[in-house]
């Protein structure tokens, strides 16, 4: 149980901390990795679903087990966006150091399976 205590409570304190100051630059990622985000309701949609799972990832770390079925989604949240941003690296329609976010991601997703089998009723 410790275990999935400590993975919930990093990832969901890691992702706040990467995805709160996103709000605040849209402006920078357009000009650091063109084109300029012309959809800004399609960017903050994005990074408020996000910020909402890592509250959810907080919420897990409370009591694993009581909400143990809520990690089946959590794992499916992590690996959406991390094999969509390999396949798009892949096919060069995106910039490499997302490729970073995606890893951090996809391990994350493999301790979620981890916590997931460990916190089973015996």
Same mark, same amino acid.
């Given at each position: !149980?410790?275990? &999935? @205590? @400590?993975v919930? $409570? ?13 709000y +605040? $630059?849209r402006?920078?990622?357009? /000009?650091?990795?063109p084109p300029?985000?012309?959809?800004p309701?399609f960017?903050?949609g +994005?990074?408020g679903?996000? =910020? %909402?799972?890592q =509250?959810? +990832?907080?919420? #897990? &770390?409370?009591?694993? @087990? @009581?909400?143990r079925?809520m !990690?089946?989604?959590?794992v ?6 991390g094999?969509?941003? =390999?396949?798009?690296v &892949?096919?060069g329609?995106?910039? !490499?150091? !997302?490729? %970073?976010? %995606?890893?951090?991601? #996809?391990?994350?997703g493999? $301790?979620f =399976?981890? &916590? +997931?089998?460990?916190?089973? /009723?015996s």
């Amino acid at each position: !149980m410790k275990f &999935a @205590r @400590r993975v919930y $409570l990093i990832a969901g304190v890691y992702g706040l901390l990467i995805l709160l100051p996103q709000y +605040f $630059l849209r402006a920078r990622i357009g /000009n650091d990795l063109p084109p300029e985000i012309t959809h800004p309701e399609f960017y903050y949609g +994005f990074v408020g679903v996000a =910020v %909402a799972w890592q =509250v959810l +990832f907080l919420i #897990l &770390a409370t009591d694993p @087990r @009581r909400f143990r079925p809520m !990690m089946i989604p959590a794992v499916l949240e992590k690996a959406s966006f991390g094999i969509a941003v =390999v396949v798009l690296v &892949a096919q060069g329609k995106t910039a !490499m150091p !997302m490729l %970073a976010a %995606a890893l951090v991601d #996809l391990t994350f997703g493999v $301790l979620f =399976v981890l &916590a +997931f089998f460990r916190t089973r /009723n015996s």
